[in-house]
């Protein structure tokens, strides 16, 4: 029987309900890895018959006991991820069998050699830059995490196990993306704030055939309304392009608040948004070669140069006819805010106004985030 932590009776109930359905299924003997970006390769994950759980965390609580270690001037998500471990809090880290981390930015990487003394941490080495040599290098990892799964969990993956998971994740990549291009669409079918927390409650659910379920019968049931009530009426409200840092944790007081004041938010650029669905695992070639060529093409503000990510905003705001680009960077993630400086240049280029909000976790500066996000939205209708 797998143990639950010591202080679980002190935890909310919310919590404790998180704490008794992971404990089910670990009792059930199901593997559980947990993860922190999206340039794991889950199809290893998956064909190594486990489960991939998102431990990004979006919840100041945490973030105190995390500043007792880490300095405070680094990223919400950082602390906030370190914070849930260091304070055992997170259903999802205590009954992870390990952590796959990786090299992303400096923040992350430092921090996972220090999650490693709270529970095992396997770090990816990956290449900050695309070409032949980062290929080879990375596709190396791929191999070298392919083992490392199967000596974690004494087992055998082969080639024909990849090759399924990547189907299944292919799917699931289709259907992710078939919901969220339901932005494209005008009159918006759909907020920006239910397509995002609809993708993040999704997060915990092993089952990628029922989180398949879900969000296609949403998405036929949003399309069927929109024919039969609003096909044919364009509406004149702003539509908003996403882009930037994961969202989660300040979404409340942004996305939340421009749909209020009258905006569509009906694209994202960001990674729980688009940026990983757009690109499949190639089903044709090596596995190995595929999943690398896949996954170094995540268009990630670590990539130096990340030119496919300008490209890729470019096609966006043509294809969701987007009159506004909102840039939301989590404070103190320097890629982000540097590799703003292009987006902007792409919204200039486009004749759409820009706005880039840096904030974190804490609900100090939403006053001033709304009369930010007034403005922006006047200009729009101008
Ligand atoms: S692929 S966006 S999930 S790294 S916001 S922790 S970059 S300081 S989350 Fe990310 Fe992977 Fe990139 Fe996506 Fe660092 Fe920036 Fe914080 Fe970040």
């Not at 005008?186 to 989180?211: C, K, M, Q, V």
């Not at 702003?238 to 840092?245: E, F, K, N, S």
Request: hydrophobic residues 35%; negative net charge.
């Amino acid at each position: 029987m797998v143990q639950l932590p010591k202080n679980f009776e002190t935890y909310a109930e919310a919590r404790k309900t998180g704490f008794l359905n992971m404990k089910k299924l670990k009792d059930e003997g199901r593997r559980v890895v947990g993860m922190f970006c999206s340039f794991v390769p889950t199809e290893l994950v998956e064909a190594a018959d486990a489960t991939t759980v998102t431990l990004c965390a979006t919840s100041e609580e945490p973030i105190p006991a995390a500043e007792t270690k880490l300095p405070r001037n680094l990223c919400p998500l950082i602390k906030a991820s370190y914070g849930f471990a260091l304070t055992d809090t997170c259903p999802y880290f205590y009954f992870s069998d390990f952590i796959v981390g990786e090299t992303t930015c400096d923040g992350k990487k430092k921090m996972f050699e220090m999650m490693n003394e709270i529970k095992e941490t396997y770090v990816m080495q990956l290449p900050s830059y695309r070409n032949d040599m980062a290929l080879k290098a990375w596709e190396h990892e791929i191999e070298a995490f392919w083992k490392k799964l199967e000596d974690f969990y004494h087992i055998t993956i082969t080639e024909e196990d990849v090759k399924k998971a990547i189907r299944l994740k292919n799917r699931e990549r289709d259907v992710m993306l078939r919901f969220l291009e339901l932005g494209k669409l005008n009159p918006a079918p759909i907020s920006g704030y239910e397509l995002g927390t609809r993708l993040d409650s999704l997060g915990f659910n092993p089952d990628i055939e029922a989180r398949c379920r879900i969000i296609e019968e949403r998405t036929a049931e949003v399309l069927k309304d929109w024919e039969e009530n609003y096909k044919g009426k364009p509406s004149r409200r702003p539509r908003i392009l996403v882009t930037g840092c994961p969202n989660s944790g300040v979404r409340e007081k942004t996305i939340k608040v421009i749909e209020e004041l009258g905006a569509d938010v009906v694209a994202f650029d960001c990674c729980n948004g688009t940026r990983e669905k757009v690109e499949k695992v190639d089903e044709n070639l090596p596995v190995v070669e595929a999943l690398a060529k896949k996954y170094l093409n995540i268009n990630c503000s670590i990539m130096s140069p990340n030119t496919n990510r300008m490209d890729y905003i470019r096609e966006m705001i043509d294809d969701y006819a987007v009159d506004g680009v909102l840039e939301l960077i989590l404070t103190a993630c320097h890629t982000y805010s540097i590799e703003s400086h292009y987006v902007k240049k792409v919204a200039d280029e486009k004749g759409i106004p820009y706005l880039k909000i840096e904030t974190d976790y804490s609900t100090a500066d939403s006053g001033q985030i709304n009369t930010r996000l007034e403005a922006f939205v006047e200009t729009m209708e101008q």
